[in-house]
């Protein structure tokens, strides 16, 4: 028989007791059993700041520099507002 499964994202943080703690609380009414997957970042991966500062200053961009690339202004297109 298979089950239904939900899954939630949140964050966490483990702690020096390799306890984790949950940064918010779950859409979940409890006690309940819970499978849980836990993705740790590598050490060698960069994060965020690190992926934008090497966007920003790769030399393959340079190009955007350029005026002849700056094509478009603020009153071209239309607004978008998400009505979600």
């Known amino acids: 028989m298979q089950t239904s499964i939900r899954a ?3 964050g966490g ?13 779950l859409p979940v ?7 849980v997957i836990v993705l ?16 920003m200053t790769n030399p393959a961009f340079d190009f955007l ?6 094509i478009y202004s603020l009153a ?4 978008f507002r998400d009505q979600a």
């Open 65 to 70: 520099n350029d005026p002849e690339e700056d």
């Open 8 to 10: 939630f994202e949140v």
């Open 29 to 35: 009414t409890g006690p309940s059993r819970v499978r």
């Open 76 to 79: 071209d297109g239309k607004p």
């Open 40 to 55: 740790v970042p590598d050490d060698d991966e960069p994060n965020e700041r690190e992926w934008l500062h090497g966007a």
């Open 13 to 25: 943080t483990i702690d020096e007791h390799q306890q984790l703690h949950l940064d918010s609380p």
